[in-house]
Every structure is written in structure tokens, then in C-alpha cells.
């Protein structure tokens, strides 16, 4: 394909994006979903259940439910039913084609490697390509979590839903990213300066809280970060914002371990290639961890215990764990978000409970981004993101039949789907130019 197809290609699926809207009608439509296998995630499986959708919300769910006048009826029947995928961790929508930076709104520069006060998505393009793909395949919410430095910024929890990104965000931040596994990419010469500066952070965070009169005076020490780094910093202090820290290597994720217990953090661990070794620690610390099972070969020498069975042997030993891509190369941050069910797939097959991979791309990132009170299960009072499945989710074959986010249905043309109409027939090779 030449470039200008590709560009063509790519601008249409973006027109057939921004063209969808959300009609009333469609919104206040009553929909019922019945005789499918519904798992409510919260509770048990139901057999030849019913999933009833009003305004948005689900208002009924169970076996014998009565069905409302005039609804619109779903028959599910041999077909599976399930909370729509929450992926924890993605770029999706702040990182379009990797190669071209105008088109990667995923960091900031921030002062020292510092960027605490960086909200990633008010750079959210909420007409990216990429969102109908993901939804597709059965994601209906995704995390987008910022990138680069010692402290990255603020995450954010969106649904994938039309509209601007105001319409879309469920709740923001949800996490401040960091990491202490990659000296190179924070600017320090080691693994120990690193973990020097972001105690430093700390202790300066801390100071500042109480001297926020003698700081604006500029009657204080100087700081590595900058003012507003500071003051988003400070409910990490207090304990109501997430450090959300990326790292691979056992050694970092106990350091990581004792800096939350010294400063009374709540610590949540993303990538975790060897957090298996740490499985009672990270358990009796009550840290969750984000990790994926699609990878078993190391990335870099941080990562040289990495095992697909990682987040089977932390789900045994009682760790939260949040099912992410870990496939390498950056691709499920962006186009691959997709495949977050073959993470899930994966993990089964190395050993984690079916029911609990289910609960990890569902229920549990509901939990540790607090918004389970509106996502993750299949609840009366719940938001309406439900998707049917032709069979198993985690097989490979199995297709999304239908997605419901925030109860209205979604069955938009994809990127993939325009190139495949578009190369079905191709051209008489006698007419074209030699």
C-alpha cells in the first residue's frame, strides 16, 4: 500500500469514528439479554440468564427476570456473557503511529525528570483510530498511563464511549505513574540514584506541605521539582492516590516495597516480569500488580526471570493482579490494546484460574482504580458495559457478537475492517500503468 492509501485509509476510519454519535433514542432504548451464560464476576454464573440494560444502566440481572414491555431482545443462548474488559494499562488515544512523535502525547519533559503534575489525558485524541479496534474485541475501558522520567504524571480511567474526552473519562487521575528500573530513561547514572531521587521527591513533598507560606516566599531550600510537581504529589503522601511504579527486577520491587512502607504509600507494581519471587511479600503488603503472560523471554537483564506463569503464582498467593500487555515492543499500548483476552488466555493456560483471569481484565482493576461501584461486574446500578461472546472469551476463535458500553451497542466500521473492503476486489492488472 502506498502512503497515501495508507493516509486515505486511516482518514476515513477516523470520519467514521467522529461521525458516530449517541442518539437519545438509543440511549433510552430498553435492551434484554437472555438465555446466555452471564458471569457477573461479583457473584456466581448464571445459566440461561437474563442481563436487562435501561438508560444506560443494567437494572436487572438473574435467572427469572422479568423482561420490560417493548425491550429489545438479545437471544444468547450458547453464548457467553460478561462485564466489558477494563486493559490497565495502555496509551491508547495519546499514541498513534509510534514512529512519529507529533503523534505521541504520552510524556512531558517535566523539571529533573520529574513531571508529577503531567495529566496525560487532556492530550487524549478521543477520534483515534484506535479505539474502535479495542472496542471490538471487547474493551470498553482502558487506563491511560503516562510515560518517561523518574515520575511520569497523573492516570486516567476512560470509557470508550463517543464524545470529547470529558464525556469519556470516568475518573481521573486514578494512579501517578513512576518507575525505578530504568536508570537510562530518568536521567541517573544507576538503579540506587534513582531510588535516592524519588525519596528525595518524597521528603521534599513532604516538606513542602508544610511550608507551602515559606516556599511561595522563596524562603526555603531549593527543590528538584518544580511547585505544581509538588502539589500533585501530595495525596500520594497521603495515601489517596496511587504510586503506580513500573519495574521488573525483584530487587527494585522489594526497594520499591520498603520505600511504601517507610512513607505510607498505597504501591501498585505494573510489568512485575519478577514479581513471582515476591509473591508472599507483595500479598502480605497488600500491593496489587499489573502484569501480563503473553512474554517469557527477558527484555533486559531486569527482566531475566520473567515467566508467563508470573501472574498465576501471584494470583496463588493472594496478590491483586490486574491481567496487562506484556507482549514487548510497546505494540499493546497502542494498536494491540486489543489483545488484552489473549493476555488472558494466556494466563490460563500457564496457570491461573479461569475465573480468575475473568475477575483480573474485569472486577479487580474496577477495585484498585476505585470505580467499582460503577464498573467491572454485572450489577444492578451498574454501568451498562456488557459484552456478549460467541463462546469461551479466552479462546482464540471465539468473536465479540455484541459490545455495550454505557448501555448503547457499538458496531462501527474499524481501520482493519476499511482496508479489508478495500483489497476484497482488486484491481484488472491489464489496466493498470507499467
Not at 254 to 275: F, P, Q, W
Request: some cysteine.
Amino acid at each position: 500500500m502506498t502512503n497515501l492509501s495508507f493516509f486515505r485509509t486511516t482518514a476515513a476510519a477516523a470520519a467514521c469514528i467522529v461521525a458516530v454519535s449517541a442518539p437519545a433514542s438509543l440511549l433510552a432504548q430498553t435492551i434484554a439479554i437472555t438465555g446466555g451464560k452471564v458471569y457477573p464476576v461479583s457473584g456466581p454464573v448464571i445459566d440461561g440468564g437474563t442481563v436487562v440494560i435501561s438508560g444506560g444502566k443494567i437494572i436487572a440481572v438473574g435467572r427469572d427476570v422479568a423482561i420490560p414491555a417493548g425491550a429489545r431482545r438479545i437471544d444468547a443462548t450458547g453464548k457467553v456473557v460478561t462485564p466489558g474488559f477494563i486493559n490497565s494499562s495502555t496509551q491508547l488515544g495519546v499514541v498513534e503511529v509510534s514512529q512519529v512523535n507529533s503523534t505521541r502525547d504520552m510524556s512531558a519533559t517535566g523539571k529533573d525528570n520529574i513531571a508529577a503534575a503531567f495529566t496525560v489525558w487532556e492530550g487524549f485524541n478521543p477520534n483515534s483510530v484506535m479505539l474502535a479496534p479495542a472496542r471490538e474485541e471487547g474493551i470498553t475501558s482502558f487506563v491511560i498511563v503516562p510515560a518517561g522520567g523518574l515520575v511520569a504524571g497523573q492516570a486516567a480511567l476512560i470509557d470508550l464511549v463517543p464524545g470529547m474526552t470529558s464525556d469519556m473519562l470516568v475518573r481521573a487521575p486514578v494512579a501517578m505513574a513512576a518507575q525505578i528500573g530504568d536508570a537510562q530513561q530518568a536521567g541517573t547514572g544507576s538503579r540506587g540514584e534513582l531510588i535516592v531521587k524519588l525519596r528525595e521527591l518524597l521528603e521534599d513533598t513532604r516538606f513542602f506541605m508544610t511550608h507551602r507560606r515559606e516556599f511561595d516566599r522563596a524562603d526555603t531550600r531549593p527543590f528538584r521539582a518544580s511547585r505544581l510537581d509538588l502539589q500533585a504529589m501530595i495525596p500520594v503522601l497521603e495515601g489517596t492516590l496511587p504510586l503506580l511504579v513500573s519495574v521488573d527486577r525483584a530487587s527494585d520491587i522489594d526497594a520499591a516495597l520498603r520505600i511504601a512502607r517507610e512513607y505510607n504509600l498505597k504501591l501498585m507494581i505494573a510489568s512485575g516480569a519478577e514479581a513471582w519471587m515476591l509473591a508472599d511479600k507483595l500479598a502480605a503488603a497488600r500491593v496489587p500488580v499489573l502484569t501480563g503472560a503473553m512474554n517469557n523471554i527477558p527484555g533486559g537483564f531486569s527482566a531475566l526471570g520473567q515467566r508467563q506463569e508470573n501472574a498465576g503464582l501471584l494470583r496463588r498467593a493472594g496478590v491483586q493482579v490486574a491481567l496487562i500487555g506484556n507482549a514487548g515492543g510497546g505494540d499493546e499500548e497502542a494498536f494491540n490494546v486489543r489483545n488484552l483476552k489473549q493476555e488472558a488466555g494466556n494466563a490460563v493456560a500457564y496457570g491461573m484460574a479461569w475465573e480468575d483471569a475473568l475477575r483480573a481484565v474485569t472486577l479487580t482493576p474496577a477495585e484498585i482504580f476505585r470505580v467499582s461501584d460503577r464498573l467491572g461486574s454485572l450489577q444492578t446500578g451498574r454501568d451498562a458495559n456488557v459484552v456478549v461472546w460467541s463462546g469461551d472469551p479466552f479462546e482464540f476463535t471465539t468473536r465479540v457478537e455484541h459490545v455495550f458500553v454505557r448501555g448503547r451497542e457499538y458496531d462501527e466500521m474499524t481501520r482493519q475492517e476499511l482496508l479489508t473492503e478495500r483489497y476484497k476486489v482488486l484491481p484488472n492488472r491489464k489496466n493498470m500503468p507499467r
